[in-house]
């Protein structure tokens, strides 16, 4: 019993644009990188005799070319072959030999596929658990290098089947839990199969034989459905055993036969002998190639026996040389002593500098996340207060002072974002997301969030959509709102009684992506020529009197680099007294399907009337007020407590949709209260609700039982969003 091998489709691992270029010069290359796919397609489809003829001529061609990457795909095929037709140490040997050029080259992906197939061997055929789950653990690591989650979803499938067929369900559980909170947004139509099949193994070990046959069926449906036969096999076999154990012999029996009657049918013997000939003149290969290896050892040997007679001249010429070198060397002994000396201080100096910069940089890390936590706390009730004062006194809503309020609150959350982005950015902690957006909606968003600005420098904003872009686009919109939000107020800030002009221009299209380019242009004081070449960079502010409007000088330094991650850049035109202009051009998907798809998956249906009951573990006030607020206007019952002591004890009294955590709290911080939940069998969804940043405290979370991590303040749509999508899957669970 084993899970399906992985091999390599060469389309997936050379997709970006320099290996396509390097393609074009090299017709060869590209030649044997489709003669891959093509033995690729022949090993699903069980033609293993196929396969690895041309997996064979491929390895010959890539060791002439010394191409690490197709050595590697190829001895990844090859072993998945051998895999397949059960000759399995033959299948780790040339797994092995994949890793082993696999980690010659910068492909993780590689490096996945050939570790998680050593995996499947030593587990389910060796049954050697130990060596195959240190396999299974250096493909999770490359699977999120990648980063791709369903990778690191089959392994983690993988790793419980493992554990539940050693009988180590305790350990294995852990894993299924992880597949089935990520299964809806990262599993596929082949891995579900394995899915259903892994939960019925559980609740057969657990004694819940209805719901285990409940998964079988699941299971042996959708491998029937999405022909995976080799898994239906499994399923069929698995389903058995419980069938057998439930005393309904007769229909055991009938899922045993299909257990054996597939298998039968996907190793067809003939195949198999055939495919085993054709391995037999691989290994021949490797023969070959070794006793080649031995003859260029003996003739270099040969060439080294006719070199000794001058080397022996060449000897003598050089012991002369090192007699004098000898006598320079002990002359110039005491002045090296004195210079190693002087060499030793300065290295000790410079460790010692290095340990202090190291020490700096870690302090700067972790006050960049206390000062943000610190102020993104309050910064919430302000946020919070302020908004419950408008709901709730309608007459203030035109108060420019509570505006005014409002604006500062925001603002100064927009200088701690500032700070911490600019930190995720030098650290490459920022990967670009797609959403889908309208390019007008989201540019007059931010005029309004900036009317504040604008009216006290009684400046006028224009707004130019070219009308050729399409309504809807796809791509990271916090992203580029960020960018256009930073031009846009420093163009109002250093502008008094003007114009700012917002340009957006179609300049072409390819295929789905359109390459849109943007100005912003403002009539205010400009900059110096002697000055535009450093305004880009962090906390430079030009052009400022003590009257100007104060900030970070991060705001240009971030849009830079965040215009990078899009792979674009931004140019800027300028001139003193006039006004100055920035463009750039970011290329949107356009794409009505996904953008379907994207608004479906973000819809919050909150017209529902059924009421959820929330627990919110919070022990500052004003802030369990804000959020008490929040759920309450949204339906919600809410009940709030100080800490993580007073929500044990009010879950032992009381049962729970949801409950949303705070991670800083005394006596009990929300890791361990979580753990102490977890650890009563309380499944309930839990959301940390907290003010640190979302990157570090994602595992501790993973790892204490916390199911989705919301930043505070946050965008309500996306808790409710959240909230609903928990509340369901624990019902469908359930």
Known sequence: MRPNQIVLVFVLLFGNASFVAAQNDNFERKELIEQSVLATNFFHKKDFEKSLLLSRDILKKALILKDTVLIAASYNTIGSNYSEISEFDKSIVYYKKALFYANKTLNDTLKF???????????????????????YKKAIFYSKRIPNYTYTLLTTLNLAWVYFDDSNFEEGLEYLLFSNANFTKYGTETLSVVHQMVNGMYNDHIGNYAKAKNYYTKAIALGYKYNELNDVSYSHNEFSKLLFKMGNYKEAYIHLRKFDDLKEKIYNEDKLI????????????????????????????????????????????????????IFTLIRNNSFKRKLNRELTIANNDLLLAKEKAEEASQMK??????????????????IGITNMLIDEYKDLSTSPHLNSLKFSARYLLSLVNDILQINKIEENRIVLESMTFNISDEIEMIIRSLSFLSQTNKNKVELLIDPKIPEYLIGDKLRFSQILM???????????????????????????????????KDTGVGIAAIDQDKIFDKFVQVGRNDTDYQGTGLGLSIVKRLLHLFGSDITLESVLGEGTTFSFCIPFESDLEKTNEIINN?????????????????????????????????????????????????????????????????????????RLIRNKNIQTPIIALTAFDKEEIAEEALSAGINDIIIKPFDQLRLFKVMSTLIQNAKNVG
């Open 602 to 674: 973000i819809r919050v249906d909150l017209s529902s009337s059924q009421i959820f009951n929330v627990l919110v573990v919070e022990d500052n006030r004003i802030n369990q007020l804000v959020t008490q607020k929040i759920m309450e206007k949204n339906h919600y019952k809410c009940c709030v407590v100080d800490d993580g002591q007073k929500a044990l004890k009010m879950l032992e009294k009381e049962s729970f949709d949801i409950i949303l955590m705070d991670i800083n709290m005394p006596f009990l911080n929300g890791f361990e209260t979580t």
């Open 486 to 520: 930073n031009l846009i107020s420093n163009a109002l800030k250093f502008t008094k009684k003007g114009t700012i002009t917002i340009t957006a221009t179609l300049e072409k299209t390819e295929e789905k992506l359109n390459y849109i380019g943007f100005k912003i």
């Open 113 to 135: 596929k050939a570790n998680n197939n050593l995996g499947n061997l030593y587990c389910f055929e060796k049954r050697e658990y130990k060596i195959g789950v240190q396999y």
């Open 274 to 325: 055939k495919a085993s000939i054709t391995g037999l003149n691989v290994e021949l290969d490797e023969y070959k190639r070794e006793l080649s290896k031995i003859e260029l050892i003996k003739e270099s040997q040969n060439q080294n026996l006719r070199k000794s007679k001058i080397i022996v001249i060449l000897f003598v010429i050089v012991l002369f040389i090192l007699l004098i070198l």
């Open 365 to 382: 890390s972790q006050f960049v996340s206390t000062i943000s936590h610190e102020l993104r706390t309050p910064l919430y009730g302000v």
